[in-house]
C-alpha cells in the first residue's frame, strides 16, 4: 500500500465521562484544556446518545456497530455477533486494543476477540481482586465511608463494598502522583504501541479503552498529603471515592454530594491531562494528518439531588435520563472542516460503520478465496447504526430525526429536538434472589449463563448493591426549557406523549426484524 493512501483509527473511550463538565460542552469552571483544543480541530456532536446503557451493551453496540437496546443487556459477545476486529481480519489492518476495563474482560465475555495486539492493566471495578492478597499499610476502607450513608443498607452488603474497597486500597496505596492513576497507564500503554509496535507500511486501527474517570473518584489530591482539592479547597470531610449506591436520602449532606462531584471533575481533568498526551503524540508521531480520531464515552453518572442524578448515587437503578445517556463524541476527520459543531442526533452504535466507512472495509470483500489464501467474508452490512463520516464532511445536516437509549428490559426512551419520553417496562424480578441473578449475572462469573434463559433480566451493571426498581407510569420532557428531566409534562400533552411512544415502539419493532 502507497504510504499516502494509509489511513488509521483510534478511538479513545473514556468510562463514565459527562458531556457536560467538559468545557467544550459549555461547563465554564472545569478544566479540560486538551478536551477543548481537540474540538476547536475536529467535529463536536452536541446530541450524541449512547444506545444502550451501560458499560458493557454500550461497548456492543460500538463494537458491533449494531443497536444492541432491543436484544441484549450485560452479557457476553456471541459468536453471531460481528465486530470491527472480526472485520479486518485478514485485511492487513493491523488491530489493537489497549485497556483496563474490566467489564470487557470477564469470563467468556469475549471483547478482546480478534484483536491482534491486546494490552490489559490491572486495577479497575471488577478486578481489584487481582489484589486481594496483597497486605494493605496506612489504609482501611472506613477512612473513605462516612457513617451516615450506610444508612438503611444491608450491613451484609455494606461489609461486601468495604472489602472490595480493601483491595482497591492494596493497590492504590503505592501510588505517589498521577503518573500511578490507571488513566496514565493506559495512555502511556497506548502510546508505547503506537512508538515500538505500529508497522508504519500498513493501516492500523487503535481502541484505546480507560475506565477512568469511572469510580473509585480518587484524583490526586486524595493520595497527596501536601495536594488541596482542585475544585473543592479546604473541605475537611471524608474523601468518599466509593460512594455506598443507593437513593441519596438523607444518607448525604449537600455538603459532602458537592465534595463527590468535584472528585469526579477532578478526575475529568486528570483524564483530559493524559488524553492530551496521548493526542501530543499521535502529532509527535506523524500520525495526525491520516487518522480518524474518535473520543467518546458510554453514559454518563447520577451525582445527587435533581439534574445531578434525580436522587440517585451512582447507577443504582436502570434509569436512562440524561445524565446517563446524553454523551461526548468529538471527531476528527482529516481533510475536513475544523471546529465545527454538529446537532443532529447520533448514537454510539455508529462507531463501528465510522471506523469502517474510514478505512474503507464497509463492503464484503468479492476477491476470490484459493486454497489457504483467507480473506474474511464479514462485511458491515449487517450494521444498523450510521456512519458519521458525512456530517464532518458537511455532506448532509443530519442522519436521523430522533435518538434512543435505554437499559434492555427495563427502560426505553426517545429524544427528539423538542422532547425526551422515557417508557418503563414491566419486570418480573419477584424475589430478592432472583434480582441477584438479575442483576449480577454471579457477578460477571458464569459467562451470561445465569440470565441467558431472563428475557428481561441480564446483568445490567457493575455497580453493587443496585436495584431494579422504575416508576410506574412513563414520563415525557421538554427539551428545550426543561433539559435535565425534572418536570414531567406527560399529564399535560398526552397526544405528543402518545405519538412519541408509536415511533418509539414502531422503530424497536423495524430493529428486531434486521
Not at 489511513?7 to 463514565?16: G, Q
Not at 434480582?435 to 458464569?446: H, L, Q
Request: aromatic share 12%.
Amino acid at each position: 500500500m502507497n504510504k499516502k493512501e494509509i489511513k488509521n483509527v483510534i478511538v479513545v473511550m473514556a468510562d463514565t465521562l459527562q458531556y457536560d463538565y467538559l468545557g467544550c460542552y459549555g461547563n465554564d469552571w472545569i478544566r479540560t484544556p486538551n478536551y477543548d483544543r481537540f474540538a476547536l480541530q475536529s467535529t463536536l456532536f452536541e446530541n450524541c446518545y449512547a444506545d444502550a446503557l451501560p458499560t458493557v451493551p454500550c461497548r456492543r453496540s460500538m463494537l458491533t456497530g449494531r443497536y444492541t437496546l432491543p436484544f441484549v443487556g450485560w452479557a457476553p459477545l456471541l459468536p453471531e455477533d460481528t465486530t470491527i476486529s472480526d472485520i479486518l481480519w485478514g485485511t492487513g489492518v493491523q488491530t489493537a486494543l489497549v485497556f483496563d476495563t474490566a467489564p470487557m474482560r470477564l469470563p467468556k465475555y469475549g471483547f478482546n476477540r480478534g484483536f491482534d495486539y491486546v494490552k490489559f492493566s490491572h486495577g479497575q471495578e471488577l478486578d481489584t481482586q487481582y489484589f486481594e492478597n496483597d497486605q494493605l499499610f496506612g489504609f482501611h476502607p472506613d477512612d473513605f465511608i462516612e457513617e451516615r450513608s450506610t444508612k438503611g443498607i444491608d450491613p451484609a452488603i455494606v461489609e461486601s463494598l468495604k472489602s472490595e474497597l480493601e483491595s482497591l486500597l492494596k493497590h492504590r496505596q503505592h501510588w505517589r502522583s498521577d503518573e500511578d492513576s490507571q488513566v496514565a497507564t493506559v495512555m502511556k500503554d497506548s502510546m508505547k504501541y503506537l512508538e515500538e509496535e505500529v508497522d508504519r507500511t500498513k493501516p492500523f486501527f487503535l481502541w484505546v479503552d480507560s475506565f477512568d474517570p469511572h469510580e473509585p473518584w480518587d484524583p490526586p489530591s486524595v493520595w497527596d498529603p501536601d495536594m488541596d482539592y482542585l475544585y473543592d479547597p479546604g473541605y475537611k470531610g471524608k474523601d468518599q471515592i466509593v460512594p455506598i449506591p443507593g437513593i441519596i436520602g438523607d444518607r448525604f449532606t449537600e455538603k459532602e454530594l458537592h465534595h463527590i462531584r468535584m472528585l469526579y471533575a477532578e478526575k475529568v481533568t486528570l483524564v483530559d491531562k493524559w488524553v492530551g498526551k496521548l493526542l501530543d503524540k499521535i502529532r509527535e508521531l506523524g500520525f495526525w494528518d491520516n487518522t480518524l480520531i474518535i473520543l467518546t464515552s458510554d453514559h454518563g453518572q447520577p451525582l445527587g439531588n435533581g439534574k445531578y442524578g434525580h436522587g440517585l448515587m451512582r447507577k443504582f437503578r436502570p434509569w436512562p435520563y440524561e445524565e446517563m445517556a446524553h454523551v461526548p463524541c468529538l471527531v476528527r476527520a482529516p481533510g475536513t472542516d475544523e471546529g465545527k459543531r454538529v446537532k443532529s442526533f447520533i448514537q454510539t452504535c455508529d462507531v463501528g460503520p465510522t471506523v469502517l466507512d474510514w478505512l474503507g472495509y464497509m463492503k464484503k470483500s468479492d476477491e476470490a478465496r484459493e486454497g489457504f489464501k483467507l480473506k474474511s467474508t464479514l462485511s458491515a452490512d449487517d450494521m444498523t447504526g450510521k456512519s458519521i463520516l458525512p456530517l464532518t464532511a458537511g455532506e448532509s445536516d443530519k442522519i436521523r430525526d430522533f435518538a434512543i437509549s435505554g437499559f434492555y428490559g427495563f427502560s426505553w426512551t426517545i429524544v427528539t429536538d423538542d422532547y425526551s419520553y422515557v417508557h418503563w417496562l414491566p419486570n418480573k424480578c419477584e424475589s430478592t434472589e432472583e434480582a441477584i441473578k438479575m442483576v449480577y449475572d454471579s457477578g460477571g462469573m458464569d459467562g451470561g449463563e445465569a440470565t441467558k434463559d431472563l428475557q428481561n433480566d441480564d446483568m445490567w451493571t457493575c455497580t453493587p448493591h443496585s436495584e431494579i426498581a422504575i416508576p410506574e407510569k412513563d414520563e415525557l420532557y421538554d427539551r428545550r426549557e426543561d433539559p435535565y428531566q425534572l418536570q414531567n409534562i406527560i399529564g399535560k400533552k398526552p397526544e405528543e406523549a402518545k405519538e412519541l411512544l408509536r415511533k418509539l415502539r414502531l422503530f424497536i419493532g423495524e430493529l428486531r426484524t434486521l
